[in-house]
């Protein structure tokens, strides 16, 4: 990454935290590191990005935020191999994103060199707190809300955007087990599907806590039309494997455009897999778990990594998935997370060097 040009003022914490981590046993986003990036929209515009202890922020009851659920944020993840070089993958994707969610949601875009090198500065601040242990990483959420004050319910004249950090773990501590959804629905044509709002997952929480009381880990959402056409999971995109092809659907209005899901599509491709992306039917997924042609599923997020599902359920019936010996999901999660953590060459020219 270029060097930072942003002057970005940094209020060092008195103490750190660190020392009270436990590295070894990291689980995903519940410790936080020393330091946040801050930066307010005020008076039409935003201001100086700065980077100040890890704090609670004091907020008006009536800030937009809590009635009217203003916010958008990103994941991403920080990686660090063995030179003590720090490694980032695709940020400009996730800031691109932000912004594309941020015009959906009525908030004023941000300038590039507020978030990279806003990011940058965090980073090198708390460069201690990227974790190294495999399978581990630095997870980094970048996130704006709406800070203004009003009752009336119309966009906010201010704003923050917020960058704090976790040390982290695996999202999933293994396979899980999902419900085809066939009542609720994620998202809808028109909708905000495709922004990483706030209030997308907290619409997701009571379909999915149904879910969990009847054992499954996660939701598969399919369209809210007909519940016809497998859409997405809780928190990635969704990538099926019938024989030898490997599926995913087609992004939309109701679906996230994720990262890791256009990673995984030209890795695949790469390694001569054959990929179609094109709506998949929940139908053809039944059929093809009866008649055994349905080899594998998996999720793919930046939290998520590559995710296996080792089933689903569907109008009250259960389908298991085959155990295989040599999986796509196994091929491809460790070419992705080789790219990120510098353990192989970089033939897309995804990883960026802090
Ligand atoms: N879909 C949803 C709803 C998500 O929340 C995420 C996580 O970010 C993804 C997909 C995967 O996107 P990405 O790979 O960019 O993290
Ligand atoms: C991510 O994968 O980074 C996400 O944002 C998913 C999140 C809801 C945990």
């Given at each position: 990454m270029n060097t930072a040009t942003t002057d970005i003022a940094i209020t060092k914490a008195?103490?750190?935290?660190?020392?009270?981590?436990?590295f070894d046993n990291l689980t995903f986003g519940k410790v936080f590191s020393d330091h946040m990036l801050v930066c307010d929209y005020k008076d039409g515009s935003w201001q100086a990005p700065k980077v100040v202890p890890y704090q609670p922020i004091s907020l008006d009851p009536s800030a937009k935020i809590f009635h009217y659920g203003q916010s958008v944020f990103e994941g991403m993840k920080a990686y660090k191999d063995a030179n003590d070089d720090v490694w980032l993958f695709r940020p400009l994707e996730n800031f691109k994103r932000l912004n594309i969610s941020s015009k959906r949601l009525a908030i004023p875009e941000l300038p590039e060199s507020y978030f990279m090198d806003g990011l940058k500065t965090l980073l090198e601040v708390d460069?201690?707190?990227?974790?190294?242990?495999?399978?581990?990483s630095l997870y980094i959420r970048p996130f704006i809300f709406a800070s203004g004050k009003g009752f009336h319910a119309s966009p906010a004249d201010e704003y923050k955007f917020i960058i704090c950090t976790a040390p982290s773990g695996a999202y999933f501590s293994g396979k899980v087990k999902v419900l085809i959804e066939?009542?609720?629905?994620r998202s809808a044509n028109g909708?905000?599907?495709?922004a990483k709002a706030g209030g997308n997952y907290a619409g997701q929480f009571y379909p999915t806590q149904l879910a969990v009381a009847k054992g499954y880990q996660q939701v598969i959402w399919t369209d809210?039309?007909?519940?016809?056409f497998i859409e997405e999971a809780g928190a990635m995109n969704i990538f099926i494997r019938i024989n030898d092809t490997l599926l995913t659907g087609p992004t939309s209005d109701r679906i996230l455009d994720g990262i890791t899901r256009k990673s995984i599509i030209d890795i695949a491709k790469a390694e001569g897999i054959p990929v179609e992306v094109r709506k998949i039917t929940v139908s053809e997924v039944v059929e093809a778990a009866k008649n055994g042609s349905l080899k594998e599923m998996f999720g793919a997020g930046t939290a998520a990594v590559v995710s296996p599902i080792s089933g689903f359920g569907y109008q009250g019936v259960d389908y298991d998935l085959p155990e295989l010996t040599e999986t796509y999901a196994d091929k491809l999660k460790k070419i992705i997370t080789d790219i990120q953590t510098n353990k192989s060459e970089d033939p897309f020219g995804w990883r960026v060097k802090l």
């Open positions: 008195k103490t750190s935290k660190i020392t009270e981590v436990d460069k201690n707190w990227i974790p190294t242990k495999a399978g581990s066939e009542t609720y629905s909708g905000v599907g495709f809210d039309t007909n519940h016809e």
